[in-house]
Nanobody, 121 residues
Framework: QVQLVESGGGLVQPGGSLRLSCAAS????????MAWYRQAPGKQRELVAD???????NYGDFVKGRFTISRDNAKNTVYLQMNSLKPEDTAVYYC???????????????WGQGTQVTVSS
């Protein structure tokens, strides 16, 4: 079994910053792509950013240089630094990881429980 645990969400004023973390634990041989998604009330879940094992990154168009995704492969952890936050960034942020549990298995997608980010004055 693999668990993803997010932390770092909360309430922040417009223009503020937050740093999300997501640590993967359990039966892990290798983690490939790690990503952050978000879902606002009444909207579909959307990709915020993803990062390959080698550090290649990809961002949603709405990020526009405000967020930075990074990872520590030794710690099986992915981070999302969010700056210049806007009220429209309010959502539940979910961690996602593409995990191979052992050398014989194929990759499986895992999700965290989500962490609430609220941007409001």
């Amino acid at each position: 079994q693999v668990q993803l645990v997010e932390s770092g969400g909360g309430l922040v004023q417009p223009g503020g910053s937050l740093r999300l973390s997501c640590a993967a634990s359990g039966s892990i041989f290798r983690i490939y792509v790690m990503a952050w998604y978000r879902q606002a009330p009444g909207k579909q879940r959307e990709l915020v950013a993803d990062i390959s094992r080698g550090g290649i990154t990809n961002y949603g168009d709405f990020v526009k240089g405000r967020f930075t995704i990074s990872r520590d492969n030794a710690k099986n952890t992915v981070y999302l630094q969010m700056n210049s936050l806007k009220p429209e960034d309010t959502a539940v942020y979910y961690c996602n990881a593409d995990v191979r549990r052992n050398i014989w298995d194929s990759e499986t997608d895992y999700w965290g429980q989500g962490t609430q980010v609220t941007v409001s004055s």
